[in-house]
């Protein structure tokens, strides 16, 4: 059985702890590492690690660092394939939707090489007579980030490249259902020429994390998770008074418009709803279809998600592969259940899908509900699998209520060919992240990522100059030379 340690201080430790977590092949539900759970003396590992090089590591010139993260960024590169096969064995997805995921992080590296231009502060000159005033953005200290199993390798890329970037040490707390890319990212990033303890990986499960949230050691918390732990991470960092970014679970509705072009729309809902078996905070899982055009919309989708093959990621015609647990398998069942009896009519039923040779994999097949009302659990909640929900709305207005109302602020797109529409809904709609004739607004390196609402607690967005924010805290210094006549005490505020 292949064994899974930590990797601190510049190498693979097998750790302290004698407690292991299982990871699975979901494709064939067959366990194919153990995984180290760390503890106390593996965390406290890691913590001294990072204390004894963040200093040197803050005081290394920004330019030399974004020389190593340049360096890392040709390592990935040539290493993505290997990466992304990484990824597929322990999450599932196709191999080019895994290589497509690689890519969105590296896109973050290559952002964290121009970090010199975005440390520099603002500089005043004479903002009294003969006195300068500057900003400038200095490293917190030790972060620590804790990710989810949906992108093993891009959610954690968009947040250790910004962090070290800007002079912070990193301890990432990747999931432990598919955590072997992390190890081969902290390897790369040693190879590149970062410093041992820069960058330090430590598994385990929420003993983990709950040690990393009571650090005293640990200045800020990044997290991407599902709802319901985010707020708790956003609770537990808060009252240890650290600064905290936790983006949570999504439900993103895709609006289609009677003048919409029709099949670019369902090209756009076929892809965001099933691709990656609908484990995407960004997937589309409600599609809201306005005025008179529901009928030929769910025809179309039907007929299209009728042709999808589900199958492993070495089969290389595969659309959409298996979910990532025996126990999620089971959560989406109960809601395709639930669905049918809150009175949703069920289209197309992913639940028999059987796979040759594949019999223990964690497969379901698409699944298409019409008629879903607000009213309804499989409406209100993430169900986080390829399960697609239509609802029917009368007007525009009905559907932007539907998209404002809901708990959830991730994601939305409208399809549309009015102008008018689409500048309405982006001015009006309570989303972090908006489309227009796109399924899936995910914002590029140099933008920021992040929801509204109940998709994320905490005031910065990930990567993009947020990140850069998030990372750094401000300084600014007032300064003056004064020749040797002492003015003497002063003691009204100083003004102009
Ligand atoms: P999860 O919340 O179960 O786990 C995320 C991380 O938190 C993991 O590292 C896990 O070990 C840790 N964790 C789990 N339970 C914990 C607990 N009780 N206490 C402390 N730590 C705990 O999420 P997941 O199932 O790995 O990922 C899927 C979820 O992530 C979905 O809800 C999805 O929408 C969300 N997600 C959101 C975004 C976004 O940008 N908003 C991006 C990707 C995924």
Redesign the pocket.
Known sequence: MNQLGNYIHGRLTNGNSKESLSVYDPSTGEEISKLINSNLLDFEEAINSSKKVFLEWSQTTPLKRSRIISKYKELIEKNIEEIAKMVSKEHGKTLDDAKGSVTRGLEVVEFACGIPHLLKGEFSQNVGTNIDSWSVRQPLGICAG??????PAM?PMWMFPIAIACGNTFIL?????DPSCSIKLAELFSEAGLPDGVFNVLNG??NV??LILESKDISSIS????????K??YEKSAKNLKRVQA????KNHLVVMPDANIDQAVDGIIGAAYGSAG???MAVSVAVAVGNIADELVEKIYDKAQNLKVAPWTDTESDMGPL?SKEHLGKVRDYIDLGIKEGANIIADGRNCKLQGYENGYFIGPTLFDNVTDKMKIYKE?I?GPVLSVVRSNNYEEALKLVNNHEFG?GTSIYTSDGEVSRHFTTNSRIGMVGINVPIPVPMAFHS???WKS??FGDHA?HGIEGVRFYTKLKTVTSRWPKSINPGPEFKMPTN
């Open positions: 804790i990710t989810p199993f949906n992108f959610v707390k990747p999931s432990e259902k499960d929420k994390v709950n997290f991407v998770g599902s709802t319901p732990v985010a708790y991470i983006l949570g679970g999504a484990e995407r905070c990532i993430e986080f991730n990522f992040g929801g998709s994320i990930m």
